[in-house]
């Protein structure tokens, strides 16, 4: 796949393409059927599957304070888009001069001088240009005009419940990453480097991989996990997911720990991981004292067990 940051980079000799366009924040199912799409279509028509997304939420040039934290992050959505089949990645960064384009300059700009697209695949929803004065109607219309076809791809419902990346943070913000994953198509990950840490869980006999702060993949819920861990060259362990401040030893800032089941032989120190959620155990709580920790900690890994197998 060739990913470039700007207009200006996409190679001259790619050819014609059929583009997809959206935050993509977390390639749920939704987005996965628009990328399907786009990837048919493509392959019909021999056409280059293309899709543009942008550097930050749309919602953070208009108004910082209320932008809401990425389901995923950029390295994350890169390797989720290669593997869907796409073969140009074009990450625009949303700035006042992207803000203020047109509907017209947009399409006229981005999707025919700067990608030479044939055929543009959205879904109903789809808003574009300066104050989002541009919708599906309009994009048909400067179809017509322009020499492109829209394609328009409707809404998918899980459990009768609209696939959209709001109602997955807000699942996971509630801690249930196993409805998350629903609408996700797979598990959801942070994908991050191990730290070394203040070795508290190696002391109390269940030694952890820190997680990074600056780890790509939105945090769910303060709690204990049942998941996996998926170590730099794809081996895959069975895990306890503990996210939070601890409430007990109040050393540790918020922060994902990971205590791989049954081992304490492994070294995955600055190792870049990839933590799957699989299942909620509990909230996090704080106990009377060490001795209560560890018996908790005993009882988690013992339903942890059970869930992964």
């Not at 309009?138 to 419902?157: M, N, W």
């Not at 780890?215 to 794809?234: I, M, Q, S, T």
Request: hydrophobic share 45%.
């Amino acid at each position: 796949m060739i990913s470039v940051a700007s207009i200006d980079s996409v190679p001259a000799e790619l050819g014609s393409t059929v583009v997809t366009i959206g935050k993509f924040d977390g390639i749920h199912l939704g987005h996965q059927a628009l990328i399907a799409e786009t990837v048919n279509i493509a392959e019909e028509h021999m056409l280059v599957p293309a899709l543009i997304t942008f550097d930050k939420h749309p919602g953070s040039y208009l108004d910082p304070k209320t932008s809401p934290l990425p389901l995923i992050g950029p390295t994350q959505k890169a390797e989720l888009l290669d593997e869907a089949g796409i073969e140009l990645l074009v990450t625009l960064s949303f700035d006042e001069a992207l803000a203020g384009l047109s509907a017209r300059e947009f399409v006229e700009q981005i999707l025919i001088q700067g990608l030479n697209a044939k055929a543009l695949v959205v879904g109903e929803d789809f808003k574009f240009g300066s104050g989002q004065e541009g919708d599906v109607n309009t994009l048909r219309d400067l179809g017509l005009e322009l020499g492109f076809t829209v394609l328009l791809v409707p809404s998918i419902e899980v459990d009768g419940v609209r696939v959209s990346t709001t109602h997955i943070r807000n699942l996971l913000e509630a801690g249930d990453v196993k409805a998350a994953a629903k609408f996700l198509g797979r598990l959801h990950c942070t994908r991050g480097e191990v730290e070394h840490g203040l070795k508290i869980g190696r002391e109390l006999g269940f030694p952890t991989a820190n997680i990074s702060r600056s780890a790509e993949g939105f945090l769910p819920k303060d709690g204990v996990y049942a998941g996996w861990l998926f170590d730099a060259h794809g081996e895959r362990y069975p895990a306890a997911l503990s996210i939070g401040i601890n409430e007990t030893i109040t050393e540790v800032p918020r922060l994902l720990e990971v205590h791989v089941l049954d081992r304490k032989d492994l070294d995955f120190y600055f190792q870049i991981v990839n933590i799957e959620y699989v299942d909620f155990i509990r909230p996090s709580l704080k106990f009377a004292g060490v001795e209560e920790l560890i018996v908790s900690i005993n009882a988690d890994l013992d339903k942890i067990r059970v869930i992964l197998g």
